[in-house]
T-cell receptor
Framework: GAVVSQHPSWVICKSGTSVKIECRSL??????MFWYRQFPKQSLMLMATSNEGSKATYEQGVEKDKFLINHASLTLSTLTVTSAHPEDSSFYICSARDASQGETQYFGPGTRLLVL | DAKTTQPPSMDCAEGRAANLPCNHSTISGNEYVYWYRQIHSQGPQYIIH???NNETNEMASLIITEDRKSSTLILPHATLRDTAVYYCISYTGFQKLVFGTGTRLLVSP
């Protein structure tokens, strides 16, 4: 149980284009989903927290207009990187939590984004 | 900043027990101790968590000291696939998970 998937697993795009990453909880309802970013040789950094049906809460320094988050259902959240630039190249990881089952976050496998 | 401290790296022979320490001397009463691991190029994997009592599951055991200022994650029979970065995090649901630098465990044949 507690499986989280992400799609795509990797993506290469041209500078200036937008990229959408999906995060799904496969066997539980995720009341809250989280988006993290990890640069090479660094630890995970939280970007934003989203609760189903409400606007996401972004961490300081994360541009909400650049990283659009939608959490329209209890099993799906999407992160759209708009007008991507090479410095947005990173490993994007989502996690999901069912608050009724405790506080444990379960992580997806990650999406590697390369912006050329 | 992470509220836990861990050794940057550890080695373990395959088949032996791996004992990964974590110091969380400023942990508050309602914070759990969580352990995750991250195998190269993958998302973090939940291992185990506990509040006061020692915990065991199919992956590992968690030993928490009585004063809760430190804990040890035990992998009873390490395999090569256990090579990963292990993160110890003190956390409640009202906080965000803060990943420190973790312990890089290398399991060798």
């Amino acid at each position: 149980g507690a499986v989280v998937s992400q799609h795509p697993s990797w993506v290469i795009c041209k500078s200036g284009t937008s990229v959408k990453i999906e995060c799904r909880s496969l066997d539980f309802q995720a009341t809250t989903m989280f988006w993290y970013r990890q640069f090479p040789k660094q630890s995970l950094m939280l970007m934003a927290t989203s609760n189903e049906g409400s606007k996401a809460t972004y961490e300081q320094g994360v541009e909400k207009d650049k990283f659009l988050i939608n959490h329209a259902s209890l099993t799906l959240s999407t992160l759209t990187v708009t007008s991507a630039h090479p410095e947005d190249s990173s490993f994007y990881i989502c996690s999901a939590r069912d608050a009724s089952q405790g506080e444990t976050q379960y992580f997806g496998p990650g999406t590697r984004l390369l912006v050329l | 900043d992470a509220k836990t401290t861990q050794p940057p790296s550890m080695d373990c022979a395959e088949g032996r027990a791996a004992n990964l320490p974590c110091n969380h001397s400023t942990i508050s009463g309602n914070e759990y101790v969580y352990w995750y691991r991250q195998i190269h190029s993958q998302g973090p994997q939940y291992i185990i968590h506990g509040l006061k009592n020692n915990e065991t599951n199919e992956m590992a055991s968690l030993i928490i000291t009585e004063d809760r200022k430190s804990s040890t994650l035990i992998l009873p029979h390490a395999t090569l696939r256990d090579t990963a970065v292990y993160y110890c995090i003190s956390y409640t649901g009202f906080q965000k998970l803060v990943f420190g630098t973790g312990t890089r465990l290398l399991v060798s044949p």
